[in-house]
């Protein structure tokens, strides 16, 4: 048989699972891509991806790869190709479309410029030609735009391949069954079952995961059920060759049935999600291997008699802080259930909010990140047993670090450094009027910690140590500083705040990690701000960027300034005291905005000059631009490294897109203006064409003040302008 290429997609995060499996149906893998693999192999190697990846949204078979730079050039591409071969002239077609240029804006435009395609290579001089069809299309024609190139494949899955068939009707909230699937096999499903492990889900919903768990311990292939591929009726089809793939998987269900002997139990508090799994589960025949009854998580009993097994279940979410304490008491008769009943087996616990996992009471041995749909979420894994209980913590509740020295001679050295710091740094400080600074950074390995000053009140973050460092000797250690640091610093405990540092995504990056309302104003360069150092979890104001905000309001004077990835508006505000004719600010976040709006306030700037947009800046940049939208004589551009946020289309990653935002940002300015470009990525590389296109000076070293001289990667910063020869 002759060799195809394939894109076969998949849900973020099930990467390199769904390459391992292709792997295992006998297709080469190539490469891994963002939502997807690569791969090779013959026409049997995507039918057997069709009908048994538990994993994969869609079979995409490669035709070609074609300029995409204009529409036109991707006009030009498709109507080259041998559409004959796939359709014939009276046929039905669907285009499905993803990605977008600066050509190519949107995909609807993609999609018109690719359907006229194929109906002009197509169409006969009496007029017949193909029509087209999204719902019940001959073939579905799959286009993916990056930058300059379109890969042009046809869709052998028809619907996508989670959809096996079995599930008509959801529940709350509904698991899709791929992502079950992943689960299952991250957790060690397969391994538990063919140990005779049996399998409980004590919050089943629509019952996704105990069918999944079923069918992948019965060896099912999760395509049997269904009727209708993408392939049926597309002229290259292999009907006999199918036919033989679908009864070899018959017979294995088969024998898979007769031999397995795990049971299933399910419980849910819902009478009406029940009956909805009870359907599901006849659909797929397993009536008599899968039991589900009403109950509640916190009446757990686990009925099993096997020595060994899998509780893995997908508990609700909550997004707000009280909807995440009331959520508490689920965890907690989850963790209770399982320590009491199920010692000795394995559990697993998919959820958007892992911190309520410290109210089971057990250690997790591991942790994978994942999404949910677009909610970023995670699945952690624990061996219950006696050696892995933990102390049970609540929802909202720290764990609690009393200040205490325990080592008199380390505590010593964090004493002397502080005062040394003091000194030089205190002194500067009040010397350039500058009321927030940082006055430690990690210095020493021993005290991993950032110390910053807001007038008379100490913002300390802990940067969260590796798993190599005992956790026990790392909380003695911020003990001691808590000891230290309002002794030297001349305090009292109460204005200290401390927090953990750790990367945040989604809508953690915005939440309120407490409710103290504890707002209060700190001045910078004439400039009044708002900053709070408890409920969030940064403050309000980036500090390593004073030299930036200071450089814009020098610069600001008569301009009009636009503030993308904007935040809480610091250096809008800069602008505005600065003189600024019309300043533009945009972020996703309304809790931002609103900050912004009050900082505004604050300075005597709340008029119509100053504007806030609440949009994804990706989204805004790529828009047709509105009045007043573009012509900046001044742009600031500070985004974060990796954003997921629900509220995004998609995903941020300022290595990856930069490029793309850097040139649209530019698109925005007037001529002789400028863009401050600049991202806290420590291993950042600006694109080597952006120096060609532009002219781009580096001006990190200027933006560097000295509270964060020991720390020159802190940031990065840009300045760009257009050419002079342009």
């Known amino acids: 048989m002759s060799q195809h290429d394939?894109?076969?997609?998949?849900?973020?995060?099930?990467?390199?699972?769904?390459?391992?499996?292709?792997?295992?149906?006998?297709?080469?893998?190539?490469?891994?891509?963002?939502?997807?693999?690569?791969?090779?192999?013959?026409?049997?190697?995507?039918?057997?991806?069709?009908?048994?990846?538990?994993?994969?949204?869609?079979?995409?078979?490669?035709?070609?790869?074609?300029?995409?730079q204009s529409?036109?050039?991707?006009?030009?591409?498709?109507?080259?190709?041998?559409?004959?071969?796939?359709?014939?002239?009276?046929?039905?077609?669907?285009?499905?479309?993803?990605?977008?240029?600066?050509?190519?804006?949107?995909?609807?435009?993609?999609?018109?410029?690719?359907?006229d395609a194929i109906v002009d290579r197509l169409r006969k001089p009496s007029g017949i030609r193909p029509a087209v069809d999204t719902q019940d299309p001959d073939i579905g024609v799959s286009v993916r735009l990056h930058r300059g190139e379109a890969q042009i494949g046809l869709d052998l899955s028809g619907e996508s391949l989670h959809k096996r068939g079995y599930r008509t009707e959801k529940g709350a909230a509904p698991l899709r069954e791929n992502l079950a699937a992943a689960l299952l096999l991250r957790?060690?499903?397969?391994?538990?079952?063919?140990?005779?492990?049996?399998?409980?889900?004590?919050?089943?919903?629509?019952?996704?995961?105990?069918?999944?768990?079923?069918?992948?311990?019965?060896?099912?292939?999760?395509?049997?059920?269904r009727s209708q591929y993408g392939f049926s009726r597309w002229p290259?089809?292999?009907?006999?060759?199918?036919?033989?793939?679908?009864?070899?998987?018959?017979?294995?269900?088969?024998?898979?049935?007769?031999?397995?002997?795990?049971?299933?139990?399910?419980?849910?508090?819902?009478?009406?999600?029940?009956?909805?799994?009870?359907?599901?589960?006849?659909?797929?025949?397993?009536?008599?291997?899968?039991?589900?009854?009403?109950?509640?998580?916190?009446?757990?009993?686990?009925?099993?008699?096997a020595s060994r097994g899998l509780i893995l279940t997908n508990p609700p979410y909550g997004e707000r802080l009280s909807e995440k304490k009331a959520l508490g008491p689920v965890y907690e008769a989850l963790g209770q259930g399982a320590r009491e009943q199920a010692q000795g087996w394995r559990l697993g616990v998919f959820t958007g909010v892992p911190e309520l996992c410290h109210g089971l009471g057990l250690r997790s041995y591991k942790q994978y990140k994942l999404f949910n749909g677009q909610l970023p979420a995670q699945l952690l894994l624990f061996e219950v047993s006696p050696d892995?209980?933990?102390?049970?913590?609540?929802?909202?509740?720290?764990?609690?670090?009393?200040?205490?020295?325990?080592?008199?001679?380390?505590?010593?050295?964090?004493?002397?450094?502080?005062?040394?710091?003091?000194?030089?740094?205190?002194?500067?400080?009040?010397?350039?009027?500058?009321?927030?600074?940082?006055?430690?950074?990690?210095?020493?390995?021993?005290?991993?910690?950032?110390?910053?000053?807001?007038?008379?009140?100490?913002?300390?973050?802990?940067?969260?140590?590796?798993?190599?460092?005992?956790?026990?000797?790392?909380?003695?250690?911020?003990?001691?500083?808590?000891?230290?640091?309002?002794?030297?610093?001349?305090?009292e405990p109460e204005a200290l705040v401390c927090k953990q540092r750790q990367r945040q995504a989604g809508t953690a990056q915005y939440e309120k990690q407490s409710a103290s309302?504890?707002?209060?104003?700190?001045?910078?360069?004439?400039?009044?701000?708002?900053?709070?150092?408890?409920?969030?979890?940064?403050?309000?104001?980036?500090?390593?960027?004073?030299?930036?905000?200071?450089?814009i309001q020098q610069q600001a004077v008569g301009k009009r300034f636009l503030n993308l990835f904007c935040y809480t508006g610091a250096a809008t505000v800069h602008a505005g005291v600065g003189g600024a004719s019309e300043t533009v600010s945009v972020d996703?976040?309304?809790?931002?905005?609103?900050?912004?709006?009050?900082?505004?306030?604050?300075?005597?700037?709340?008029?119509?000059?100053?504007?806030?947009?609440?949009?994804?800046?990706?989204?805004?940049l790529q828009s047709t631009p509105r009045q007043g939208e573009s012509g900046f004589d001044l742009i600031f551009m500070d985004p974060p490294t990796f954003s997921n946020s629900a509220r995004m289309e998609g995903v941020l990653d300022v290595q990856r897109d930069h490029g793309l935002l850097i040139r649209q940002a530019m698109?925005?300015?007037?001529?002789?203006?400028?863009?401050?470009?600049?991202?806290?990525?420590?291993?950042?590389r600006l694109e080597a064409e952006l120096e060609a296109e532009f002219d781009v000076r580096d001006v990190t070293a200027r933006t560097i003040d000295k509270d964060f001289a020991r720390n020159p990667r802190i940031h990065r910063c840009w300045e760009i302008r257009e050419a002079q020869n342009s």
């Open 6 to 68: 394939y894109f076969l997609s998949c849900p973020k995060g099930l990467e390199y699972l769904l390459a391992d499996e292709m792997v295992s149906l006998g297709m080469t893998v190539t490469r891994n891509a963002p939502a997807g693999v690569w791969g090779r192999g013959d026409l049997e190697a995507g039918y057997r991806a069709c009908l048994w990846s538990r994993l994969a949204n869609r079979v995409i078979l490669h035709l070609a790869t074609v300029d995409g």
């Open 71 to 115: 529409g036109d050039a991707l006009y030009d591409a498709v109507t080259a190709m041998p559409w004959e071969d796939h359709l014939d002239v009276s046929g039905r077609f669907r285009v499905a479309f993803v990605g977008r240029n600066d050509a190519i804006r949107n995909s609807q435009y993609g999609v018109q410029r690719v359907k």
């Open 187 to 225: 957790a060690g499903w397969p391994e538990v079952a063919a140990g005779g492990g049996d399998f409980t889900d004590p919050m089943c919903g629509s019952g996704t995961l105990l069918i999944e768990a079923a069918m992948m311990a019965c060896d099912m292939a999760p395509g049997l059920q």
């Open 236 to 305: 290259g089809h292999d009907n006999r060759l199918w036919q033989q793939l679908v009864d070899d998987a018959r017979e294995r269900a088969q024998i898979g049935q007769r031999t397995q002997r795990s049971k299933y139990r399910g419980y849910d508090q819902n009478p009406k999600v029940i009956a909805t799994a009870w359907r599901n589960i006849q659909r797929m025949g397993l009536e008599d291997r899968i039991h589900v009854e009403k109950r509640d998580v916190v009446e757990f009993r686990n009925e099993s008699q």
């Open 388 to 491: 892995n209980e933990a102390r049970v913590r609540r929802p909202g509740e720290a764990e609690t670090v009393q200040p205490r020295i325990a080592n008199q001679e380390r505590a010593d050295m964090l004493r002397n450094r502080l005062r040394k710091n003091r000194k030089q740094l205190g002194s500067w400080a009040r010397k350039q009027g500058i009321e927030c600074y940082r006055l430690y950074d990690a210095d020493m390995p021993e005290f991993a910690l950032a110390i910053d000053c807001y007038g008379d009140r100490v913002h300390v973050q802990e940067y969260a140590p590796p798993k190599s460092v005992d956790a026990r000797a790392a909380r003695e250690r911020l003990g001691e500083a808590l000891a230290v640091i309002p002794e030297v610093l001349d305090i």
């Open 517 to 551: 309302g504890d707002f209060f104003s700190v001045h910078e360069a004439g400039c009044a701000l708002r900053v709070n150092l408890r409920d969030y979890l940064d403050t309000g104001l980036f500090l390593d960027h004073r030299p930036v905000r200071q450089w």
């Open 588 to 620: 996703m976040s309304k809790t931002y905005l609103n900050w912004a709006r009050e900082n505004l306030a604050l300075n005597g700037l709340e008029d119509r000059h100053h504007r806030l947009i609440q949009a994804d800046c990706l989204q805004w």
């Open 667 to 684: 698109a925005r300015l007037a001529p002789g203006g400028v863009l401050v470009f600049s991202n806290n990525f420590r291993r950042f």
